[in-house]
């Protein structure tokens, strides 16, 4: 009898520091998308400044290109990271990269109407509002996280 109880508390520790370091893995794992997420963000939101002082004649068009590849670079990384982790079509990084073609659509061409602008001004909003979201759900993963552990 106490060896069987044995083998069952052993299993039991085991299958618990299983648990655990498979929940510390998608934190560490979920941090880095958040990462990428942020710095894709920031990329966005500098293009469109960079954008925006182009069409005014406050910045020379070889910035303007070299924004819009680094834009172009940092979503395809995004995108292959994407597929890499094979996301849910149901999770909120999959509105991001499907927000994405329509921006760069957009901010591609200099001459813009007012309605292009607005539909810019609210991508670039989704892109906010989406971001708050994760930044919402990682401080709630991570609170959870230190109460695990």
Request: one cysteine or more; proline letters at 1%; charged letters at 30%.
């Amino acid at each position: 009898m106490n060896k069987k109880l044995m083998i069952s508390i052993l299993l039991a520790i085991c299958v618990f520091f299983i648990w655990f370091f498979k929940v510390e893995n998608d934190y560490k794992e979920k941090e880095l998308e958040e990462a990428a997420f942020r710095t894709f963000f920031e990329q966005v939101k500098k293009d469109s400044e960079i954008t925006e002082a182009y069409r005014q004649g406050k910045q020379s068009k070889e910035v303007f290109e070299l924004s819009k590849e680094n834009v172009i670079t940092t979503f395809e990384l995004l995108t292959m990271n994407y597929r890499a982790l094979k996301m849910d079509d149901t999770d909120r990084y999959h509105d991001i990269l499907q927000l994405f073609p329509q921006y760069w659509q957009l901010t591609s061409h200099k001459d813009v109407t007012n309605a292009q602008r607005q539909n810019i001004d609210y991508i670039l909003s989704e892109f906010e509002r989406i971001n708050e979201e994760v930044k919402i759900e990682a401080t709630n993963k991570k609170i959870f996280y230190y109460k695990i552990r």
